[in-house]
């Protein structure tokens, strides 16, 4: 298992193995915090009686840390500030972190191994429970299959996914017998019986009550909060960089970044591009980066390097992922990686937190997941599935734990499919590159302030994230502050219906000779491709998912093998 994911942890590795062998914790170092051999892990506590495999940062480790002055702390480490506050607090210590972590601390005394999941879920943990009581537990599913976990695709979950367009599924994964540890869960084994329990939720977190202080005051506290969250998040030992887009979002990175580290920091802002200026971001992130010393880094991904680049990206996602973005983010990571940056920050969670996308609008009369932004034409297919396999897929449902349209459809992309999706993605392409991607916006002290502000401050004569552009307008140029909210798009449609049509139809044959068999109509399939390639379609969401299914069917059996 620690083989299987070294790529997670290049640096170090160790093994521990309890006296009576009920438990075993294996841990591949990235080394961000504290380089010497100290940081290594699994780590115990001076007792032994705890001992601990830790993945992700806590980043209010120095504070906690004088919170703790009576611990005998051997390293500089966040790992031993999390376990010394664990042997503190125990599970109420999770409270007091402001980070994004996956954990497991095992406690010899009692026989019991705790493990905890970030609030928003941006570091993974999958398990899977044997019959005789077994647990198996893993940052990536790759590591359970090379554990002995069979490899045996879930009909629900794809069914889900072909017919609604879910990518994540909270517990649920695209495999049979493996679970995810949902966002803000904990999870304990004792004696052969696992359980779980919700310790973070956002909706209860933020309450169902408006803000109705004045429009200053909320922009002072956010923009303190905006300014610390970046700051916390420069903790490192190793060089940090900026993955940057053009939008408003990454923008406001670059210009708290400047206001922080001064507009004369060297800091490499990373871009990717595809020689398509339909879709390339680059001129709008000149301009933000024009007058600073950040030096850009272009990163372009070409229609040739998709197919090897493709199937790389799906044997460590081990469930679909986000198409050709997905693709030039791992390019991205691949050169930051060479580049000696070992640390990248990006601008994710600010549509969640304001309400930037385009069907937010229309939150009132939206029940389920909108179509793709951009999209005007339908993106899925239902109707090419195998009517036993489309009936089982789950009805979805939109939660809503408040009292209006808006902030109910904002829950539902943070807990359930926007943000989860993207959070997945993200975590394998740079960890696929042994970098790490750390998300100043994704505080959840941010999260909590903006789900409390009325619709009015979001959406404002017309104007999407109205408060948050009120909030950052001094930190980013006009021309870039006022532009229309833009889709992270690329080529995808063209490529495939083009240069890599026949790529394509390899990968949608091969769905036909393995997962999706006995799942897909075959002529019904074939139709619809012949129309798509003839440009009759605005988006290629449902052929990127037949591409999906032929590439797991391909690349996931030959990793099992």
């Known amino acids: 298992m620690n083989l299987n994911q070294k790529h997670r942890g290049p640096d170090a590795e160790g093994i521990f193995i309890n006296p009576g062998g009920e438990a075993g914790l294996g841990h591949t170092r990235l080394s961000i915090i504290d380089l010497s051999d100290a940081g290594r892990q699994p780590m115990s506590d001076a007792s032994g009686r705890f001992h601990v495999a830790f993945n992700g940062e806590v980043y209010n480790y120095l504070e906690l840390r004088k919170e703790l002055n009576d611990y005998p702390f051997r390293t500089r480490t966040d790992t031993e500030v999390l376990l010394a506050a664990y042997c503190r607090w125990g599970n109420a210590a999770l409270d007091r972190l402001i980070g994004m972590f996956a954990f497991l601390i095992w406690d010899e005394r009692k026989k019991l191994l705790f493990a905890a999941r970030d609030?928003?879920?941006?570091?993974?943990?999958?398990?899977a429970s044997g019959t005789n009581g077994t647990l198996r537990v893993a940052s990536e599913i790759r590591a359970l299959h090379e554990a002995g976990v069979p490899a045996v695709p879930d009909s629900t979950a794809w069914s889900n996914y072909l017919t609604t367009g879910l990518h994540e599924q909270s517990a649920r994964t695209f495999w049979q017998g493996i679970h995810s540890l949902p966002p803000g869960h904990w999870l304990e084994w004792k004696d052969g019986q696992t359980r779980t329990a919700c310790w973070y939720d956002v909706a209860e977190r933020s309450g169902p009550d408006f803000d109705t202080r004045p429009v200053e005051q909320v922009r002072e506290e956010y923009l303190a909060l905006l300014a610390e969250s970046v700051k916390l998040r420069f903790r490192a030992d190793v060089p940090v960089g900026i993955a940057v887009s053009g939008g408003l979002d990454s923008c406001a990175l670059i210009g708290l970044v400047g206001a922080i580290a001064g507009r004369d920091s060297e800091i490499e802002a990373f871009t990717y591009v595809t020689g398509d200026p339909r879709y390339d971001e680059l001129p709008w992130v000149q301009r933000m980066l024009k007058g600073t010393?950040?030096?850009?880094?272009?990163?372009?991904?070409?229609?040739?390097?998709?197919?090897?680049?493709?199937?790389?990206?799906?044997?460590?996602?081990?469930?679909?992922?986000?198409?050709?973005?997905?693709?030039?983010?791992?390019?991205?990571?691949?050169?930051?990686?060479?580049?000696?940056?070992?640390?990248?920050?990006?601008?994710?969670?600010?549509d969640e937190q304001w309400a930037g996308y385009d069907y937010y609008e229309n939150a009132v009369a939206v029940r389920l997941p909108a179509p793709l932004q951009g999209s005007r034409q339908r993106t899925l297919r239902p109707e090419c599935l195998c009517p036993e396999f489309r009936a089982r897929a789950e009805p979805l449902e939109l939660p809503a734990p408040y009292s209006d349209a808006l902030r109910n459809r904002q829950y539902w992309d943070i807990r359930y499919?926007?943000?989860?999706?993207?959070?997945?993605?993200?975590?394998?392409?740079?960890?696929?590159?042994?970098?790490?991607?750390?998300?100043?916006?994704?505080?959840?002290?941010?999260?909590?302030?903006?789900?409390?502000?009325?619709?009015?401050r979001k959406i404002h004569q017309g104007k999407r994230k109205w408060l948050l552009r009120n909030i950052t307008e001094h930190l980013i140029p006009g021309e870039v502050i006022e532009a229309p909210k833009?889709?992270?798009?690329?080529?995808?449609?063209?490529?495939?219906?083009?240069?890599l049509r026949g790529w394509a139809e390899e990968c949608i044959e091969a769905a036909f000779a393995g997962y999706g068999r006995e799942w897909l109509v075959a002529a019904a399939v074939r139709r619809e491709w012949r129309d798509y390639c003839s440009g009759k379609a605005d988006n290629s969401f449902y052929v990127w998912q037949w591409v999906s299914l032929g590439m797991m069917s391909r690349t996931e059996v030959a990793c099992v093998e």
């Open 293 to 350: 010393y950040h030096r850009s880094i272009v990163n372009r991904l070409s229609p040739e390097a998709v197919p090897a680049l493709a199937e790389s990206v799906q044997r460590y996602q081990s469930e679909p992922f986000g198409g050709f973005p997905t693709l030039a983010y791992a390019g991205l990571f691949e050169q930051a990686r060479e580049r000696g940056v070992i640390v990248l920050m990006d601008g994710q969670g600010m």
């Open 119 to 127: 609030r928003f879920g941006v570091k993974p943990l999958y398990y």
């Open 417 to 456: 499919s926007k943000l989860p999706r993207a959070l997945r993605f993200n975590d394998r392409v740079s960890m696929r590159s042994s970098t790490e991607l750390r998300e100043p916006f994704l505080d959840h002290r941010l999260f909590e302030l903006a789900l409390r502000q009325p619709p009015e």
């Open 486 to 499: 833009r889709p992270v798009q690329t080529p995808q449609r063209e490529w495939l219906q083009g240069p």
